[in-house]
Nanobody, 131 residues
């Protein structure tokens, strides 16, 4: 199971760090991890991912330069550091993985977009950016 946490209410320009932990096995070391978000009335958007093979990353244009994804294998946790937050970043954020494939993030890098065809999803954490 995946557990996403770290959301909350923050003012525009503020920062939050989301965590995605795997409780049952070391999948975060072996599999790509993706972060997605969904705002009310909008489609789910792929935000960032990190490849298990080489640690390479992908960022959606909407968050590039403001968000940073990282992985701590010892803690079996993937982080999404979010800086310079904007009201349009308000959404429920989910982490996901797919044991069927170790090339999800490399595909996103090549295509310039993330597929949401992931097998396992965390429960989501709410991020609200508002003054």
């Amino acid at each position: 199971q995946l557990q996403a946490s770290g959301g909350g209410l923050v003012q525009p320009g503020g920062s939050l760090r989301l965590s995605c932990a795997a409780s049952s096995f070391s999948l975060l070391y072996y599999y790509d991890i993706g972060w997605f978000r969904q705002a009310p009335g909008k489609e789910r958007e792929g935000v960032s991912c990190i490849a298990s093979s080489d640690g390479s990353t992908y960022y959606a244009d909407s968050v590039k330069g403001r968000f940073t994804i990282s992985r701590d294998n010892a803690k079996n946790t993937v982080y999404l550091q979010m800086n310079s937050l904007k009201p349009e970043d308000t959404a429920v954020y989910y982490c996901a993985t797919d044991p069927r494939s170790r090339s999800k993030c490399r595909a996103a890098q090549a295509m310039g977009a993330m597929s949401d065809n992931y097998d396992y999803w965390g429960q989501g954490t709410q991020v609200t950016v508002s003054s």
